[in-house]
């Protein structure tokens, strides 16, 4: 009698395994990871229409996450698609909280232009458990499951911006750096790129200095920097708004410095023209946003999604600052 009901009993554990295992496959097949673990055919099927997507935007307080903001919003309102839009004003905890209502409310997909690589990763996380796909803008996830990351190339934008000031100054130039947001994938692409190049080149990179991808402290840590360095010739700022802080610092300093950016806003053009800004390299914030939703789009149609879409970027100088507006 013990021996068959030892036999009895195991039987139940492995049909409650199989029982499992079942519902386990069965889970998956429902979400929308399909192309994220390879399984793309599993993806249910669904026009741009029938979408609701959460979109968390790392702030608006920065004229290039307006314009994908807004490409993004255009591009929705063309085919029918519901967007949440969320903006974390530079907070990585408010991201978080963010992407999680997104995944309360049981949207469809999320785009996130994260504020922090590495703080973004228990977001993403929450979106894969709960099956929703995600797709990051401008800046890259350390950790989770991306469907894609759309984005510039911005080791190359880095280096763009080392040959742009070797081709002004020469070498041996004194440059100083404004480094973005601690930890964000920009900060850590753009300056290893301009850093590598830059001693390839044999630029004097005297001192660099995070100025969060913010004008305000750029303009307070370009001041500080100033004073601490001599004989600057150019500043290489990781993106135009710290860029357009830093003239203002030398322009108070009385001094002539060329100034390099990386994004290529429309005040910043007007810079460039005006003679305050030397060049930027110029990036398609919009275009990146539309990149991405396109991306959601094919992802639900049941295409391939490719793991990196690259969006072009241009040296933007006074003799073509007209050919590059966003």
């Keep these: 009698m013990k ?28 979400t929308g990871l399909g192309s994220s673990n390879g399984a793309q055919g599993t993806v249910e099927k669904k026009s741009p229409s029938e979408l609701t997507i959460g979109v968390a935007i790392s702030t608006t307080n920065n004229p290039y996450f307006v314009a994908m903001d807004q490409a993004i919003k255009a591009m929705a309102k063309k085919n ?16 978080l909280n963010d992407i999680q209502n997104f995944v309360s409310q049981k949207v469809d997909g999320i785009l996130v232009n994260p504020v922090d690589s590495d703080s973004i990763v228990p977001a993403i996380k929450s979106a894969n458990t709960a099956g929703i796909p995600v797709i990051a803008m ?51 692409d753009r300056g290893n790129g301009f ?44 993106n135009d708004e710290m860029a357009l802080g830093a003239v203002k610092a030398v322009q108070a300093a009385g001094g002539k410095i060329g100034i390099f950016g990386i994004d290529g806003e429309s005040e910043t053009h007007t810079a460039i023209e005006q003679g305050t800004v030397t060049a930027t390299i110029a990036q398609q914030p919009g275009k990146i946003g539309e990149m991405a939703l396109q991306a959601m789009y094919d992802h639900f149609n049941k295409k391939t999604v490719k793991k990196s879409i690259d969006s072009p970027i241009y040296l933007v100088k006074k003799d073509n600052v007209k050919q590059y507006m966003w």
């Excluded at 029918?80 to 991201?95: C, E, R, Y």
């Excluded at 500080?224 to 290489?236: D, K, P, R, T, Y």
């Design 3 to 30: 021996i068959h009901m030892a036999h009895l009993a195991s039987k139940i554990v492995a049909a409650g395994v199989g029982i499992g295992m079942a519902i386990g496959l069965s889970a998956c097949a429902g």
């Design 80 to 95: 029918g698609t519901k967007v949440i839009i969320a903006d974390a004003q530079n907070d990585s905890s408010t991201q």
């Design 138 to 188: 401008d800046r890259g996830s350390n950790g989770g499951t991306v469907l894609s990351t759309v984005a510039s190339d911005n080791v190359k934008a880095g280096q763009m911006a080392a040959q742009a000031i070797l081709d002004a100054y020469g070498k041996g130039a004194k440059v100083i750096e404004l480094s973005g947001t601690p930890g964000a994938s920009a900060t850590i």
């Design 195 to 238: 850093n590598a190049e830059a001693k390839k080149l044999g630029l004097d990179i005297l001192s660099s200095q995070s100025a969060n991808f913010d004008r305000t402290t750029a303009l307070n840590t370009t001041q500080n920097m100033l004073q601490s360095n001599s004989g600057v010739q150019a500043i290489f700022s990781q």
